[in-house]
């Protein structure tokens, strides 16, 4: 071979020519020069010509593996197109596989011959990594659109529906019920990442926790709900929302609950009207008596509980009441008043547990302070018809008033000197956080929401953190 074709050969070669186009232009260029050496140094055209053609083809398409090309940048490399193909065949099929429906690759690839060392040509199973992480493959799914974001996707429609029929009656339901979503949810069919869909299980927990990522805990000898919501930071509410038919006071040890901080993506709302005959606690009407002693107290006239005739819709969201309406009413009996005698008293927030705190409720004591059902009961349940008013037993500053786990509605007051109490179950909260209160301010109403059976208030008297009985402050 000539010199100067040995030359020129060397010459394409390391031009970097890797596709047709880039090949066509060189053509053009070295005719043009193979040409003039032809006439220069007497040889023909046409062994000019054949001599260019072979080197062109070797410069142009000397690669020793093919490249997977995605929006021109090359996502994977392969030993040749072939095995590129069957690459991505084969991760199409494994995921058919996973998934139980067919799947197809949702990008637009090329390939494209190129030169790399023999070592960096991957093995097959590094080949498929690459492909699965840089490319996208879809399926035909049943998505759970929730207001009209797609949220869980399953193989098929018939998988959807029986979740969505699951989620219906995951929380206990009582007689009269109507059963429904707070959101607009519905099923579709849309071409999803082969990723996202999932199997029911998955779907039920990612429904329930907002995760398919669930912390779980399994019951040791002694737990209490309660004991679990301080050592995870995560409240009653969301407990019994992931755990659906929990019964917070009959737990088993060993038992597996979930555990998630985060809201559930669908609200299960069950509604009903229930008409029930209910005692009316007998307010309490204080007179002060100068010859009483400050923390004295003397029975003027016993008070004598009524009675009413009402009707309720009842609202629960994920198993917990959320909102009761009276509908109607009717009183079957009046309350009588108790009237008391007691001296004057003042506000003392002490450490010591000295304070004197106004009864927030007209209702007695309907469960007391201290073990009830293998738990502690932190505070005192007063009866209290739903709807009366709560009023603040001291005045001070309000701390919180919102939505509080097992709480319900709640508000808690800051007094000075440590103490703090806590209003629960409210149907209604009419203060806010910050706001200045004084003593016997309503500051919200009586109901039922969180965990509880039935109308009341839940209130305790905190100092320091650390819970005491109400019946020592309450005069």
Known sequence: MPQWFQGQRRLAGSTGIKNYGQAKKKFTELFHWYKGQALKRQIGIGAALYFFVAILAYAAFHGNACAVILDRQVVAVAAS??????ALKELADIKSGQTGIPVVL???VSFEDIRVKPEDIPDKDVL??????????????????VD?????????????????????????LQQGEQVGFKEKVEVASLPVDAKDIVDL???????????????????KDGDTLWDIERATNIDLGRMLT??????????????????????????????REVTVDEEVP??????????????????????????RNITYRIVRENGLETDREVLAERVIREAVPAIIAKGSYTMLASRGGSGRLDWPCWGGVVSNYGMRDGRMHE??????????PITAAAGGKVISAGWEGGYGKLVRISHGGGMVTYYAHLSTILVDVGQYVDRGEVIGKAGATGYATGPHLHFEVRIDGEPRNPLNYLQ
Not at 81 to 86: L, Q, T, V
Not at 261 to 271: E, M, N, Q
């Open 379 to 388: 505070g005192v349940d007063l009866g209290a018809n739903y709807g009366s």
């Open 81 to 86: 197109e072939k095995d590129a193909r069957s």
């Open 106 to 108: 949702a990008d637009k």
């Open 128 to 145: 498929l990594g690459r492909l699965d992480g840089a490319l996208t493959f879809k399926a035909k799914a049943a998505a759970i659109m």
């Open 201 to 219: 299980e998955t779907a039920r927990q990612t429904l329930l926790c907002g995760s398919n990522r669930v912390q779980q805990y399994t019951i």
């Open 242 to 271: 992931a755990n659906p038919g929990l019964d917070p006071d009959y737990l088993s040890i060993g038992q597996v609950l979930n555990l998630s901080k985060d809201a559930p993506i669908i609200t299960v709302v069950a509604t």
């Open 282 to 307: 007998y307010p309490v009407e204080a007179k002060i008596d100068d010859s009483l002693l400050i923390g004295e107290k003397r029975v003027i006239r016993d008070g004598e509980n009524g009675e």
């Open 148 to 172: 009209g974001q797609e949220k869980v996707a399953l193989k098929d429609k018939g998988d959807a529906e029986k979740l969505l029929d699951w989620l219906r009656t995951a929380f206990p």
